[in-house]
């Protein structure tokens, strides 16, 4: 058994059951953890959106293969010593044996958690039928179960993002059947407002995550944690950020001629001494 994934796997863990609210941010490549982990966040999620986009795909099902996204994601997870928890899409099929093969490779890329979506297009372009849905998840538990370290299950109810007539009340019953099936965190993508927010946390029998970085989002983690909301995650936001920067600086430099956007940027010397500090820390680790 690799002992640091193990530990990797307790603190993930813990961290959905101890007090207190916590926040993991999405990284999409190697650099992008490092940077995240360096500045204190306790665990680390990836972003399929992100990692698309990197590669230069849209953000739509099957532009990401599970191959690349798993490539991507040992990177992430091999270069961090915080928990990493993948974005595992709708486990990369439609069956629950084939979500099932998805945790058990997502695992043995070094993550300690993913997320399973309830949702997809190419699957009549709705979400899964429940009780479908639910045997997902415990196809996805099951596999779970059978690693040797504790690895975190998190369920998605897509209802908001799908425009569900009643949303809120799908979310909730799906959210409640996934937790049955053996999820261990609900993540319910589209619930913006704190009145919302606050009703699913007191309806759903389960640590929820909130994803933030949306321009109309403008929740403070203080008010997040007193509505009871566990994890924050950030989604593709900062990825599209970065996108953002890298067209403006574009656009700047053939409209304008100028190139004040690197006025922001981070030294040659000092990124280079990051991670090499890093490299060194790592080495020293495996010791």
Not at 94 to 102: G, N
Not at 144 to 159: K, W
Not at 231 to 258: H, K, N, P, Y
Request: hydrophobic share 40%; aromatic share 8%; glycine share 10%.
């Amino acid at each position: 058994m690799n002992k640091l994934q193990a530990h990797k796997g307790t603190v993930f863990r813990d961290l959905h059951t101890s007090n207190g609210i916590f926040v993991m941010p999405n990284a999409w490549n190697a650099g992008s953890a490092c940077m995240l982990e360096a500045a204190g966040f306790p665990a680390i999620g990836t972003t399929s959106a992100g990692i698309a986009f990197g590669m230069g795909l849209p953000d739509y099902e099957g532009a990401l293969s599970r191959d690349a996204a798993l490539e991507e994601t040992y990177g992430i997870s091999n270069s961090v010593k915080v928990p990493v928890s993948a974005d595992a899409e709708n486990g990369y099929g439609h069956e629950p044996t084939e979500v099932a093969e998805s945790i058990l490779l997502f695992a043995d890329v070094g993550v300690v958690g993913a997320s399973i979506e309830d949702y997809s297009a190419s699957f009549g372009d709705s979400l899964y039928e429940r009780t479908h849905a639910a045997s997902r998840i415990r196809a996805a538990r099951e596999a779970a179960d059978s690693l040797e370290f504790p690895f975190t299950l998190t369920a998605r109810a897509e209802c908001y993002l799908v425009n569900h007539p009643n949303p809120f009340k799908e979310s909730v019953e799906r959210a409640n059947l996934y937790r049955e099936a053996g999820a261990d965190c609900l993540f319910v993508p589209g619930v913006k407002d704190a009145d919302t927010i606050g009703a699913l946390v007191r309806e759903v029998d389960g640590p929820i995550n909130v994803v933030m970085g949306l321009s109309e989002n403008l929740l403070t983690l203080s008010e997040l944690g007193a509505l009871g909301v566990k994890r924050v995650s950030i989604g593709g936001s900062l990825a599209r950020a970065t996108f953002g920067l890298i067209q403006r600086a574009a656009m700047e430099i053939r409209e304008q001629g100028t190139f004040t956007y690197s006025k922001d940027q981070i030294s040659d010397e000092s990124l280079c001494r990051f991670f090499s500090e890093r490299i060194s820390n790592i080495k020293e680790s495996e010791i």
